[in-house]
Structures are given as structure tokens and as C-alpha cells.
């Protein structure tokens, strides 16, 4: 029954997208194939790709044999055929082909995906994006057994403010990587970045206990002038532990883990966020006037397919798995040395000598994990690096 309601709600998501694209809207790629076999390690998007010139439309003009209960459970050896009806373009799965014993691939690899899973894997199970205002009640690691700076597998470790733990509660022990942080400028251009957290994971001081002594003020007390807002921290799973003593300190046995724990990491309840490896690509009614590019992932320059970036929007915007945008490089402000030129005969010089060049297209993105105020997004691809700071727009925009 639940398998059968799954299909069915599923169904409808796929209606509803269709809806939002309508198929005379859809722009065929000018040496788009007639049909294609659908080959082990092919992704929907790059089949999809293969026919049209905006790939995330492809829920708008996916049909099916009747044969199949859900269009978009594609398997290796099924045949993708362009169509028309009534004048528009159908892509048609044809899925008898993988009957045949010889291609017959449900039991070993399963459907393909929309998206490479791999490429996203660490970022569906390892980060959690705590707001600020939760960040001073989290439980936090006082010390390891016996004073050890790192502690492993089958270790015990101390924790502060889980006075109401259970024994045998398992929790995530995470450390924090990343605060996100916002930089507005006077000029009112939002100028989101990321700052890298100190390796050690050691928490902040808050504002209320640091010193006020003459040699805080003259040294980094100065540089109070240079924070800005925190609209979130991102903290990665080190490991995970098991309660086997409460109080304060508790007592916790790492059961499990990616990384050894340290003095300063935090505690968090075990996640149940459930995820599906196929994400519906669609474009949100309004984009939100501040959607940027806010922090890339393993670069400094830029990022491109299938690489991992973080934006400043989220569920608290209306943003979900599967909501694809542009991303545009924003315009740089530059002086018009031409103005003033001596064969124009100063017939410029009334002109302002600020201009401020178009925004440039980079590329496009998928959302696939999305928190309160910051979303995880995969590149799908694109003719420029995606960096930070870049605007987010409607994904048929390319201008």
C-alpha cells in the first residue's frame, strides 16, 4: 500500500511540474538525436540534455509507455524517442526493451538518476545549518578520556549541557566548519561570503564574555568593527556516540565515526531527514531578490559541473529540492576612461564616469538539500566557473 501511494504522490509531483513548463515552450537542441538507448551511468538530466537546450524542463514533455507505472524510472537498455503531438515535442520511454534477459538491469543497478548521487552523497548525510540563535544551547565536548586531544572509535568522551540525556540515546557528535555570514554593503548590494572557521573547531567567545581589559581593546577588540551578521553555521558529522552515563559532564561512547572527535566539537540529535535520489527539476514562481552564490565547495576561484555551492536562500523562502536557477556573475563597476577621451572634443564630460557592466551568465543549479535559510545546490552545468556572490535568477534566463 505505502509503495502504491508513493508512486501515486510521485505521479502527481510530475502533473504539477508539467504544468509549470508547458511543452510549447520547450527549445530543441539543433542536433538533437531521433532516439537514444539509455546507457549504464547516464543521469536524466544529461539524457535530457542530449535533446533540449534547457535540460530542466524535461518533466514538461516526458511520456511513457503504458507498461511503465513511473516515467521517470529509466534503466539502462530503455529507448528514449523524440515525438510530436499536436505539433509538440514528447520524449517516450520505450522500457519493453529491458525485458529482455540480456539488458535486464532493475536488480543490479536499479533505476538511473537525476543527478549523479555520488556527487552529492556527503552533502545529503554529513552538514547541518544551525541558525545563531540555537548555536549557544548546543551540548559541546569538554574533553576526552583521560585528556587526549582526539578521540576514536570505542573512546568515551565528556559533554556539557545534556543534563537531560538518556543512557543508550544516540547522538552526532559534529564539528562546526563554516559561518555563514552576511555582508552588505552601503550601496545596499548584498555581498554574501563565506568565512572558514579555525581548523581546531574551537567555539567563538561570546560577545558577553569576552574581556574588557585595555589589552582586549587594543588588540582584538579592534576588530569588532569588521563582524558581520551570522545567518548560519555549517557543522559536518564527526562521529556518532552512544549515552552510557548521564550528568554533567555525561559520558558518551563513540561508536562510530568519519573523524576524531576533539574538545570543542557539539553534539546534536541524530538526523532524520530522508532524502530521495531523484530530484524533480522546476523553477520557483519568484525568485527571491537576495538569492546568491554564498560559499563554494573544495575551491577559492570557482566552481563547475557537478560541484557542490551554497545559497543564501531556503525553506524559509519557499525554496525546495529540485528548485533549478541561473546564476549570473555580477556586473563590476568600473570608470569610463573613454568619457573624457580628447577625439570626443570633451563633448562626454557631463557624463558620469561610473558604469556599471551587465550581470554575466555562469551557469545553472539544482537544489538538493534545503535548510532553513541556506540551500545546498549542485552545478549542472553552464559556460562560466560558478563563484560566490553570484546572482540567482529564473533558469531559462541565460541573459
Do not use: C
Not at 504539477?16 to 538525436?33: G, K, N, T, Y
Not at 511513457?64 to 510530436?84: K, S
Not at 557631463?350 to 549542485?378: C, H, K, W
Request: proline residues 7%; negative net charge; charged residues 25%.
Amino acid at each position: 500500500m505505502q509503495r502504491f501511494m508513493k508512486r501515486g504522490l510521485i505521479g502527481l509531483a510530475i502533473i504539477v511540474l508539467a504544468v509549470s513548463v508547458q511543452a510549447s515552450d520547450i527549445e530543441l537542441r539543433e542536433d538533437h538525436p531521433r532516439e537514444y538507448i539509455v546507457q549504464e551511468g547516464d543521469t536524466l538530466w544529461d539524457i535530457a540534455g542530449r535533446f533540449l537546450t534547457r535540460p530542466w524542463q524535461w518533466p514538461a514533455i516526458w511520456q511513457a509507455n503504458p507498461e511503465i507505472d513511473n516515467p521517470h524510472l529509466i534503466f539502462p537498455g530503455d529507448r528514449i524517442t523524440l515525438a510530436f503531438f499536436g505539433g509538440e515535442p514528447h520524449l517516450v520511454v520505450d522500457g519493453t526493451r529491458r525485458l529482455s534477459p540480456e539488458i535486464r538491469r532493475e536488480a543490479i543497478d536499479g533505476p538511473i538518476n537525476t543527478i549523479p548521487y555520488d556527487a552529492m552523497a556527503p552533502f545529503l548525510r554529513n552538514p547541518r545549518i544551525i541558525a545563531p540563535d540555537d548555536i549557544d544551547d548546543l551540548p559541546y565536548v569538554v574533553a576526552n578520556y583521560e585528556q587526549r586531544i582526539y578521540a576514536g572509535t570505542g573512546d568515551r568522551t565528556y559533554v556539557r549541557g545534556m543534563s537531560e540525556a538518556r543512557v543508550g540515546q544516540e547522538v552526532i557528535v559534529a564539528r562546526m566548519t563554516y559561518q555563514f555570514v552576511d555582508r552588505s554593503e552601503e550601496n545596499g548590494d548584498m555581498r554574501l561570503r563565506r568565512n572558514r572557521m579555525q581548523r581546531d573547531s574551537r567555539v567563538q567567545v561570546p560577545f558577553s564574555e569576552r574581556p574588557t581589559g585595555r589589552v582586549w581593546q587594543a588588540t582584538l577588540g579592534q576588530m569588532e568593527r569588521f563582524n558581520y551578521p551570522v545567518i548560519g553555521y555549517e557543522m559536518w558529522e564527526a562521529a556518532r556516540a552512544r549515552v552510557v552515563q548521564a550528568g554533567d559532564p555525561a559520558v558518551l561512547e563513540l561508536i562510530s565515526g568519519r573523524r576524531e572527535v576533539t574538545p570543542g566539537d557539539f553534539v546534536l540529535p541524530l538526523d532524520d531527514y530522508r532524502h530521495d535520489v531523484n530530484f524533480f527539476p522546476r523553477a520557483m514562481d519568484n525568485v527571491p531578490d537576495n538569492a546568491r552564490v554564498l560559499a563554494i565547495s573544495e575551491a577559492y576561484y570557482g566552481v563547475g559541473h557537478y560541484q557542490i555551492v551554497a545559497l543564501s536562500v531556503g525553506t524559509a523562502d519557499g525554496v525546495e529540492a529540485g528548485h533549478t536557477f541561473s546564476a549570473f556573475r555580477p556586473g563590476q563597476t568600473i570608470q569610463d576612461r573613454q568619457a573624457d577621451h580628447p577625439v570626443r572634443g570633451g563633448r562626454q564630460r557631463g557624463r558620469d564616469n561610473q558604469v556599471t557592466l551587465p550581470d554575466e551568465y555562469a551557469g545553472v543549479l539544482m537544489v538538493f538539500r534545503p535548510f532553513e535559510n541556506i540551500s545546498y545546490a549542485i552545478v549542472m552545468d553552464g559556460t562560466n566557473a560558478i563563484r560566490e556572490d553570484d546572482r540567482l535568477d529564473h533558469p531559462d534566463r541565460r541573459l
